[in-house]
């Protein structure tokens, strides 16, 4: 599943190459990605110009001339940049055309991923967006802290909850714990101050790391189209061996998520 880091590569491939351009068709195969009505949501959009793009979490937000849409990848979705008179492929769901001869084809095996008109000028207050926290290098110790503190939950599972720092998915949430020398089944009560200002740092440095990476790996639309997935150099997570101790790397499962960790470097409980 794409975490902040790659939503951030989609969307920074994206801007290199749909930005003013108009929408001239969309073409919806599988109207269950859209939330709301399908033909509303072809309407606002067909003869707008794609202005600008954002990311907040992890979510796109395309912005045009008086309107904006969400775009969720969820598991698998992602976005290919075709020339027109291609032959779509099953998974090929929502289709933008373009009028520069191309078109931007949302594609999703899982069929996981949504889409949602919003309103322009305010999405950042409305649903979904309003419910989530701050990213991780926005995030203030006031904000966070309290929502750690009073958590009987492990820290692993309040670095996966959207509400608390938004962004974070279970790969860089294993990697997190790891750079916190933390065992991820950590209460979240047992973090002092200093712990949870630590964590928010970590949290950044990973990510703004993994963006990094994800910019020097990512140019350009291969022939399978983007999800922003890249080969960031983990630590821990799917891997065997710890790259401090060289000790066996222990998989468990906490709330039904694969969770990697070292034994010997991860022993610290709060
Ligand atoms: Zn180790």
């Known amino acids: 599943m794409p975490e902040l880091p790659e939503v951030e590569t989609v969307k920074r491939t994206l801007k290199n190459f749909v930005l003013n351009c108009k929408i001239t068709n969309i073409i919806v195969r599988y109207p269950n990605i859209i939330d709301g009505q399908t033909e509303e949501f072809i309407h606002s ?22 309107t904006a849409f969400l775009s969720h990848l969820r598991m698998e979705g992602k976005y290919n940049l075709k020339q027109k008179g291609y032959v ?13 001869g191309q ?28 419910k989530l926290g701050p990213e991780p290098m926005d995030a203030q110790l006031q904000e966070v802290y ?46 002092s101050k200093k712990r949870v200002q630590q964590l928010i740092d ?16 990512i140019h350009s639309f291969d022939s399978n189209g983007i999800n922003g997935l890249f080969q960031v150099s983990l630590m821990v997570h799917t891997k065997k061996v710890c790259p401090i101790c060289q000790g ?13 960790y070292c034994k010997k470097c991860q022993k610290r409980r709060g």
């Open 103 to 130: 078109v931007l084809c949302y594609h999703d095996t899982r069929k996981f991923g949504r889409m949602q008109l919003v309103d322009r000028n305010d999405y950042h207050y409305q649903l979904p967006l309003s």
């Open 248 to 260: 066996e790397i222990t998989k468990e499962m906490v709330h039904q998520r694969g969770t990697y």
């Open 202 to 217: 970590i949290s950044s440095e990973v990510l703004l790391k993994a963006i990094d990476q994800g910019g020097t790996t």
């Open 45 to 66: 959009l067909v003869g707008k110009t794609i202005q600008d793009i954002d990311r907040v979490g992890k979510y796109l937000i395309f912005l045009l001339e008086d």
């Open 88 to 100: 779509y492929s099953k998974h090929d769901h929502i289709i933008f055309e373009l009028d520069n």
């Open 146 to 191: 309290p929502l750690i503190h009073k958590s009987s939950l492990p820290i692993k599972t309040l670095l996966l909850d959207q509400t608390i720092m938004a962004g974070i998915g279970n790969i860089y949430a294993n990697e997190i714990c790891f750079h916190m020398a933390m065992n991820p089944k950590t209460a979240g009560k047992a973090l």
